[in-house]
């Protein structure tokens, strides 16, 4: 089982920045591979980005890059997000999630999530 609880959500004004950081319970972490991904109202949810258990793959989404950026620190069992150059399209609730197989962009491929924090970017 793998616990996850997202932070760093928040209200930012356009082209601004945001780290989004997410906290994950076990021993295991190091284990799964990473992912975030967002929904707006309305919206289906979408793949932002995902990385490796080890950290060195990434993937990001096209809409997203250039400027979203995914890490990892083992160590501390979290997984970041860093947003720069935000845009009012960026707006959505954003989730952080765990699976077992290697880089996938599918939600559900994806076994654990944590419950979400949302970012509004102001125009």
């Known amino acids: 089982q793998v616990q996850l609880v997202e932070s760093g959500g928040g209200l930012v004004q356009a082209g601004g920045s945001l780290r989004l950081s997410c906290a994950a319970s076990?021993?295991?972490?190091?284990?799964?591979?990473m992912g975030w991904f967002r929904q707006a109202p309305g919206k289906e949810r979408e793949f932002v980005a995902a990385i490796s258990w080890s950290g060195g793959s990434t993937r990001v989404a096209d809409s997203v890059k250039g400027r979203f950026t995914i890490s990892r620190d083992n160590a501390k069992n979290t997984v970041y997000l860093q947003m720069n150059t935000l845009k009012p399209e960026d707006t959505a609730v954003y989730y952080c999630a765990a699976t077992n197989r290697v880089i996938t962009t599918t939600p559900g491929n994806y076994n654990y999530w944590g419950q979400g924090t949302q970012v509004t970017v102001s125009s």
């Open positions: 076990g021993r295991t972490f190091s284990r799964y591979t």
